[in-house]
């Protein structure tokens, strides 16, 4: 029994998407972007796969009084950065899936 061609024609395009969502995984791994908190004070590396590659700390910025400023602004540099690399990725992602029609309505 042979499968019908909109079955044949689905795992297809699954097949394709499966193929290209991970060279897109592949590519997000070398992607970098960076973002910054306390007008550059601290300065966060990471790349389209979320590694933290790279943490620049102004050293103006290390006040031994106040130790929690320097903390926030690793944290808001960390989650900026992460949102950067999210968004990237997902715009990345939706691209490459642009115009995939499955079955139900699964299409991107």
């Given at each position: 029994m042979k499968p019908n061609m909109n079955q044949a024609q689905a795992m297809r395009q699954l097949q394709q998407a499966?193929?290209?969502?991970?060279?897109?995984?592949?590519?997000l791994k070398s992607d970098m972007v960076t973002a910054s908190a306390g007008g550059g004070a601290v300065?966060?590396?990471?790349?389209?796969?979320?590694?933290?590659?790279?943490?620049?700390?102004?050293?103006?910025?290390?006040?031994?009084?106040?130790?929690a400023m320097l903390q926030d602004m690793v944290l808001a540099a960390v989650n900026e950065a992460v949102r950067q690399a999210q968004e990237l990725s997902n715009s990345k992602m939706q691209r490459a899936m642009g115009g995939l029609s499955l079955p139900g309505g699964l299409g991107f």
């Open positions: 499966q193929a290209e969502m991970a060279r897109v995984q592949e590519e300065k966060v590396s990471i790349t389209g796969d979320l590694t933290v590659t790279n943490v620049v700390i102004d050293p103006r910025a290390v006040d031994p009084e106040d130790v």
